[in-house]
């Protein structure tokens, strides 16, 4: 056993590279529409390959060869757009801790969304996009695509906007659409008095790995949503240490940040200390 380790510990190492490498492109692609072109490039060349190789065909072996060499220069430029992005962030001096530092700062900006909104009685849906893509969701609303802020939700939640009913959909620190429809649970409810909204949250926490905020219209009282798993009457500290465990948790440099950071009793004011919604 010992021989086998020292003669193949480097391949090991090198397959765990490959894999790493893999998955990240997989996270990184997965739900753009160049990867839909991707897995069908990918799926017709394998088919050839498998077909010239049983059947022994010359012409067809030699054109996937060929086609195989020139998928480098397409990919180029099909993901054109995500290439740009992911090489500005490299070029950047803050690419290690940019992502933790945008992540706590959009945890932040939500939390005193939702407060505000309850204190306000404003009803309000939120589902945040994490593994699984929301596009088939987003599709049933508007796009937006805006940077997030306690403003913008409250001016979209406000009752006399046309863009209130349905849910905000949040990709990364960013608002891609509003007034979207989401599948509403088929559980029965053992309160009766859980509302569209809240049927809503849980029915996409069912289906995806979402994680969905409700703030209800009638009580102002803050819920999460969690794979299908709802908490209801959420404090603000309660609700602030939620997003705390299910973002932040397992980050090394941010152990002991979120009840500092997120524990703020206080909410955003708007320019010129007035509420930009009226009671």
Known sequence: MWKFIEENWRNVIEICILAICIYQVYRAFRATRGAQILVGLGIIIVVLSLVSLVANFTVISWLVTRATALLA??????????????????????????????????????????????????????????????????????????????????????PKTPLHDGGMILADDRVAGAACVFPVTQREMHDRST????????????????????????????????????????????????????????????ENEPSEKLDRQTSVTPAGGRDLVSD
């Open 73 to 158: 220069f397409a990919l180029v430029v099909i993901f054109q757009p995500e290439l740009r992005d992911a090489l500005a962030r490299l070029g950047s001096k803050s690419f290690f801790s940019y992502s933790s530092k945008r992540r706590l700062a959009f945890l932040e900006r939500l939390a005193d969304a939702v407060i505000q909104l309850s204190k306000k009685r404003i009803g309000a849906l939120f589902a945040i996009e994490r593994g699984i893509s929301l596009k088939k969701f987003l599709d049933t609303g508007v796009t937006i695509d805006a940077q997030f802020s306690p403003e913008l939700a409250l001016t979209i939640f406000h």
């Open 195 to 254: 509302g569209l909204r809240h049927r809503a949250a849980i029915g996409l926490a069912e289906e995806t790995d979402a994680v969905t905020v409700v703030v209800s219209e009638e009580t102002g009282g803050i819920s999460i949503c969690v794979e299908g798993r709802i908490e209801r009457n959420l404090t603000e500290k309660q609700f602030r240490d939620s997003l705390a465990k299910i973002f932040l948790t397992g980050n090394a440099s941010h």
